[in-house]
C-alpha cells in the first residue's frame, strides 16, 4: 500500500502552491505524498471522497490567543481549531518572559494544534485588566527578558509583541515601537507585531521604526488612526509604501479591530491584507463576531476579495511568516499532512463587524473534514 489515506474528487485550492483542480491527494507517514488528477484507490488503506468540496491545506491562523489572562482558549484551543479546520496558529503575545513558560506548558500538555507565538514585550503578557494595559506602567517592559524568551523557545517563539493604543502603552509616542523593535533585534532580527487598533499617534508615525517583515495587526479597524487616517477616506501613501516595502498587514478580526466600512473601502483601493486571522479568544469564538477563521474569510469573500486569494493569506502566506514555509499551509509533496476539506456553501448568512455593522453573504466556508499530520481530526456531524 502506497498511502495511508486517500482524499479523491475533491476541488483543490493551494494557491501558494501553484496548485488549482480536480485532484487526488495521497497521504503516508503523515505526509503528503502525492497530488495528482488520479491515484489508484487500491494502493490506499482508506480513502475519504471530496466530491463537491474544497480540498485546501490545514488553515493557519497567523493572530489568535490561547493564554490571555494565563487560561483562555488554552486547553480548548483544539476544540475551536479542529472544527473550523485550522491546523496551525499563532498566538499574539498573550504571554510575556514571566509567563510564557506557563502558555510552554499548556501547549506542551493540552494542545496538539501546531502553535508558535509572539512574546510579549511587556513581562506579563495580556492581562486585560480594567486597570490599565500591560505596558501601560513602563516598568512591565522586559526588552531583556523577551530576547532571552525568544532565544531559549527556538521551536515556539518567533517574535515581539507590542499592543499600541490608548491605555495599552506608557507613553504616546514612537517610543514604545522602537523599544520593541530594538529587542527584536536583541532576539536576533525577529519580527515584531504591532497592534494599532485605536492608535492615539498617527500610524506613519509608528511604520516609520518598522522594518520589512514586522507586522501591522488589526489593519482593518474603524478607530483612530488607521490605514486612512483620520478621514477614513483614502488609503495614506505611507501604508501603501510600507506594504510595498515588505511590511506585513495582518486583518486579526477580533471584538474590536474589523470595520466592514474599511475593509470595503481598502479592497475597492487595491489594498488586501497579506494575511487572514481572527484575533481569536475565548469569547469571540462563544459569542461572536468573530466565530473562526472560515467566519473571517467568508466575510472578505463576500467584499469581493478571490477565493483564491482568501485562501493563500490563510495558509501558505502566514505559514512562510511562522517558519514552516514548504512543511505547512501547503499541499505539496513533502510537507505534513494538514488538510482541510471545505463546503462552499450557497444561502443567506447573517454576519456582524467588531463595530455592529452586519452583512448578509451569499456564501460561507464551512469546514467538513480536519486532517491533521495525516489523521483525521475532525469530521463535521451530518446536517449541520
Ligand atoms: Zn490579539
Request: proline residues 5%; negative net charge; charged residues 20%.
Amino acid at each position: 500500500m502506497q498511502y495511508d489515506l486517500l482524499v479523491t474528487g475533491g476541488e483543490v485550492i493551494d494557491p501558494g502552491a501553484g496548485l488549482r483542480g480536480l485532484m487526488d491527494v495521497g497521504i503516508a507517514g503523515g505526509k503528503i505524498v502525492a497530488v495528482a488528477p488520479s491515484l489508484p484507490a487500491s494502493e490506499a488503506r482508506r480513502e475519504i471522497s471530496a466530491k463537491g468540496r474544497l480540498v485546501m491545506p490545514g488553515l493557519v491562523d497567523m493572530h489568535a490567543h490561547v493564554f490571555v489572562n494565563g487560561h483562555d482558549m488554552g486547553c480548548q484551543t483544539d476544540h475551536f481549531c479542529q472544527a473550523s479546520g485550522v491546523t496551525t496558529l499563532c498566538d499574539a503575545g498573550s504571554a510575556g518572559s514571566s509567563n510564557f513558560a506557563g502558555l510552554r506548558h499548556v501547549l506542551d500538555q493540552e494542545v496538539r494544534t501546531r502553535v508558535r507565538a509572539f512574546v510579549n514585550l511587556s513581562a506579563i503578557g495580556i492581562t486585560g485588566t480594567s486597570r490599565g494595559g500591560e505596558l501601560s506602567h513602563f516598568p512591565y517592559a522586559d526588552p531583556e527578558g523577551c530576547a532571552r524568551t525568544i532565544a531559549e523557545n527556538p521551536d515556539l517563539a518567533i517574535g515581539v509583541k507590542l499592543r499600541f493604543g490608548p491605555g495599552l502603552v506608557w507613553e504616546y509616542s514612537a517610543e514604545p515601537v522602537k523599544l520593541a523593535r530594538r529587542t527584536a533585534d536583541m532576539a536576533g532580527g525577529v519580527p515584531m507585531m504591532m497592534h494599532i487598533t485605536d492608535s492615539p499617534v498617527p500610524l506613519p508615525d509608528l511604520l516609520e521604526h518598522m522594518k520589512p517583515g514586522d507586522i501591522v495587526t488589526h489593519c482593518y479597524h474603524g478607530r483612530a488612526h488607521g490605514i486612512m487616517g483620520q478621514e477614513k477616506e483614502f488609503l495614506l501613501k505611507e501604508v501603501v509604501e510600507a506594504q510595498r516595502h515588505g511590511i506585513i498587514f495582518d486583518c486579526a478580526h477580533g471584538r474590536n479591530h474589523f470595520n466592514f466600512r474599511m475593509i470595503e473601502r481598502a479592497l475597492d483601493q487595491g489594498f488586501l491584507p497579506d494575511t487572514i486571522s481572527t484575533d481569536l479568544t475565548m469569547t469571540t469564538a462563544t459569542k461572536g463576531p468573530v466565530w473562526d477563521l472560515p467566519t473571517t474569510m467568508s466575510k472578505l469573500l463576500h467584499f469581493g476579495m478571490p477565493l483564491d486569494e482568501v485562501v493563500r493569506r490563510a495558509t501558505a502566506a502566514p505559514a512562510k511568516i511562522m517558519g514552516y514555509e514548504g512543511t505547512v499551509g501547503t499541499l505539496r509533496p513533502g510537507a505534513n499532512a494538514d488538510i482541510s476539506i471545505f463546503e462552499l456553501r450557497d444561502g443567506s448568512f447573517d454576519m456582524r463587524d467588531s463595530d455592529g455593522d452586519t452583512i448578509t453573504a451569499k456564501r460561507r466556508l464551512l469546514a467538513q473534514t480536519t486532517i491533521k499530520d495525516g489523521r483525521i481530526w475532525y469530521v463535521r456531524p451530518a446536517g449541520v
